[in-house]
């Protein structure tokens, strides 16, 4: 597996409106996806523009606890069979959304790594 860029970083927030309003009206970031209509599962879920790597915010914490990054691969299953066989824990085996493929890794602390591929081919 050879990551080629960092997708986005994601956070978990308690909520969701006062976080949106730190991101983009105190530190200045533009939001690049916005929030979901409320009641759907897209409402948790938001990202902002840092200058080339996104910030993503979820209200979701079963997706990750604290913080995420997540690293584009050019194939998502492959590069968790990969890894699989180098050892490491899967916490997450791959999904495919409307946008992109993503898995959850593991590193030795525990500590999780998304692994992300867009289907429109971009990353970074």
Known sequence: MKPRAVDFVSYSVT?????????????????EVPRG?????????MELDAGGTAISLTVLPQLHPN??????????????EELRGKGVKIAMEPLETPVCFMA???DPDGNQILIHMRKNGSFG
């Not at 209509?37 to 879920?45: D, H, I, K, L, Q």
Request: glycine share 10%.
């Open 15 to 31: 909520d969701m409106e006062r976080s949106e309003a730190f991101y983009r009206d105190v530190l200045g970031l533009d939001v």
């Open 37 to 45: 209509e409320p009641g759907t599962r897209a409402a948790g879920f």
């Open 67 to 80: 913080a995420i990054v997540a690293l584009a691969v050019e194939d998502v299953g492959a590069a968790v």
């Open 104 to 106: 959850v890794v593991a």
